[in-house]
């Protein structure tokens, strides 16, 4: 586990952005495009944080949430979703997922980096 972070990120600029930010820190990114390849992705590795989109290809961030949160193996991983969805309800909806935290893209970079220091203090 240690400071490995998996993030689930479909666009390219967004993946690299938030990439290069943790990557600064001292954090080692793996980067997936969708919710399938990040559950394969946690079949070989498990991380000490995800980061997750809502809205992928596929299989879609909450229900990727929903399948590693009732996996017991997975379930106490720090799950936050990453996401443009800022509707009223959107929150509520990745919590119902199983998110245990919601940023609204565009990420502010200093903040961004605080919230992740805090759940994977390096």
Same mark, same amino acid.
């Given at each position: 586990?240690?400071?490995?972070?998996?993030?689930?990120?479909?666009?390219?600029?967004?993946?690299?952005?938030?990439?290069?930010?943790?990557?600064?820190?001292?954090?080692?990114?793996?980067?997936?495009?969708?919710?399938?390849?990040?559950?394969?992705?946690?079949?070989?590795? =498990?991380?000490?944080?995800?980061?997750?989109?809502?809205?992928?290809?596929?299989?879609?961030?909450?229900? =990727?949430?929903?399948?590693?949160?009732?996996?017991?193996?997975?379930? /106490?991983?720090?799950?936050?979703?990453?996401?443009?969805?800022?509707?009223?309800? /959107?929150?509520?909806?990745?919590?119902?997922?199983?998110?245990?935290?919601?940023?609204?893209?565009?990420?502010?970079?200093?903040?961004?980096?605080?919230?992740?220091?805090?759940?994977?203090?390096?």
């Amino acid at each position: 586990m240690g400071s490995h972070i998996l993030l689930v990120e479909d666009h390219p600029q967004n993946a690299y952005l938030m990439t290069y930010l943790l990557e600064s820190r001292g954090y080692e990114v793996e980067a997936v495009v969708d919710g399938t390849e990040a559950l394969e992705a946690l079949e070989q590795r =498990a991380p000490g944080l995800i980061l997750m989109d809502m809205q992928l290809p596929g299989i879609d961030g909450y229900e =990727a949430t929903r399948r590693i949160k009732a996996d017991d193996r997975f379930k /106490d991983i720090p799950l936050v979703a990453v996401t443009a969805h800022s509707m009223r309800g /959107d929150q509520d909806k990745a919590i119902a997922a199983g998110c245990d935290l919601y940023v609204t893209k565009p990420i502010n970079g200093d903040e961004f980096l605080a919230l992740v220091e805090k759940l994977l203090p390096l």
